[in-house]
């Protein structure tokens, strides 16, 4: 009986050793302890899923291209000025197409952090942190060209990318309610660069200041 | 007659008996050490096609999750980053790095770059990403410190288990919505995620199922 022991304990110490301990890192696929050919069907279904393979398409992608003449069925998007950043004369829009309010702006500062800010910087200077990584020419919104180019210029910027294609488009990141919300904090940020002591109205943001 | 069995014999049948409990108990150790996700996926770190860091991009330059993983507060899939998204930066970062040939490559051509799926749900779960990270749980929760990993690795098991610990008590597990995407947030004790949870959990009305149609179809 003890020899059963025995070689119960070498066969104990040869799993693990062969097996290992929970958390080691590997890089052959996983395991299954319920394997697909013993359950055909059950964890790998032949249904297409999201960014993934299809043995159908010439491709091998389960995602589709938009057939050539496709209609989107999402509601029309005729409002030039929102969608385009064109007013009714084809010029860019001036202002903005959306409402204006803490909401908006609080949503742009969001957007604007995690998408505009590696690049451009917390404070819209041009030096984010790709810059000290050989990002080259990002601009700094602080110059008169930015200052004074027309919301719905910007708008087109973000959605098509910068002409010389440094700055590509980000019309799959930002909707278009979100592309006017990063504009109107970028505005905020431009004007925060020109604020002067003159723009602290309120009593408690004098005394912080030292002005009274 | 007397002698075909030894006396000894006489023991065998408890000793056998004996032996069938210890070695039950091993299997039983064993099945519940190795037959869980806990083992079989936990650490699986497979060579990707590109070497991308996410301790370099998501730690160190602080590259928010959502610039790659774009879709992920508005649709059920956290996507993979398009070639374009990669290009936003490597057109001008190290844009001839031997190693991102294959980003270029799909870049210009529109082939996709052939990631391999390391966090990988069976498909009789359906999770969404989105209602997740939109009710305040973090994708640490599931992903683990992705901003320190040099090759991403299965932190967690994943397993039904695993999910229902959460949908059972979700409130330690929430935070505030600001902080989903901050990997290194921690709530300061267990007092206080547990009371700031239960606001949540209430204003939020967050009522995670756990009946079996919530996940499985």
């Given amino acids: 009986m003890r020899n059963v022991y025995l070689v119960t304990a070498f066969v104990v110490v040869l799993a693990v050793s062969i097996l290992g301990f929970r958390g080691t890192k590997f890089t052959q696929p996983p395991m299954d302890v319920f394997p697909e050919w013993a359950f055909p069907g059950m964890k790998r279904q032949p249904k297409p899923r999201p960014q993934g393979e299809s043995n159908f398409f010439a491709d091998g992608r389960a995602d589709r291209p938009l057939p050539a003449g496709v209609v989107s069925r999402n509601p029309l998007r005729n409002d030039d000025a929102l969608y385009a950043g064109k007013a009714a004369d084809g010029s860019w829009v001036r202002g903005f197409p959306v409402s204006v309010d803490a909401t908006r702006m609080a949503r742009g500062k969001e957007r604007y952090t995690i998408y505009c800010s590696p690049c451009h910087g917390a404070v819209g200077d041009g030096n984010g942190i790709t810059k000290q990584y050989g990002m080259g020419a990002t601009p700094t919104y602080h110059d008169d060209r930015l200052r004074k180019m027309a919301e719905g210029e910007i708008f087109n910027t973000i959605t098509h990318g910068s002409p010389n294609k440094n700055m590509q488009s980000y019309a799959d990141k930002l909707f278009p309610e979100d592309r006017w919300a990063v504009i109107l904090y970028v505005r905020a940020l431009q004007r925060a660069q020109t604020g002067t002591t003159a723009d602290v109205t309120t009593d408690a943001g004098k005394q912080a200041l030292g002005l009274k | ?217």
């Fill in chain 2, 1 to 217: 007659m007397s002698n075909i069995f030894p006396k000894s014999a006489n023991k065998l049948p408890l000793q056998i008996i004996v032996y069938l409990v210890v070695l039950s108990g091993i299997l039983t150790a064993g099945a519940t050490y190795y037959m869980t996700p806990k083992y079989t996926r936990v650490g699986y770190a497979p060579v990707q096609p590109v070497p991308y860091s996410h301790a370099l991009h998501a730690g160190q330059l602080g590259i928010d999750c959502r610039y790659c993983h774009s879709n992920v507060e508005t649709s059920g899939v956290a996507n993979l980053p398009t070639a374009q998204t990669c290009m936003n930066c490597h057109n001008q970062v190290k844009k001839d790095s031997p190693l991102l040939a294959v980003v270029r490559h799909s870049f210009e051509t529109g082939e996709s770059v052939p990631w391999v799926k390391i966090h990988q749900t069976p498909d009789y779960v359906y999770f969404n990403h989105a209602i997740h990270v939109n009710r305040g749980v973090s994708c640490w929760e599931c992903h683990g410190q992705i901003n320190e990993m040099e090759v991403v690795a299965h932190d967690k098991p994943l397993s039904m288990g695993f999910c229902l610990d959460c949908h059972r008590d979700p409130a330690p597990h929430l935070r505030p919505r600001d902080q989903v995407t901050n990997l290194d947030w921690r709530p300061a004790n267990a007092t206080e995620a547990r009371t700031q949870g239960d606001k949540f959990v209430h204003d939020w009305n967050i009522k995670p199922p756990q009946s079996c149609s919530g996940c499985h179809r």
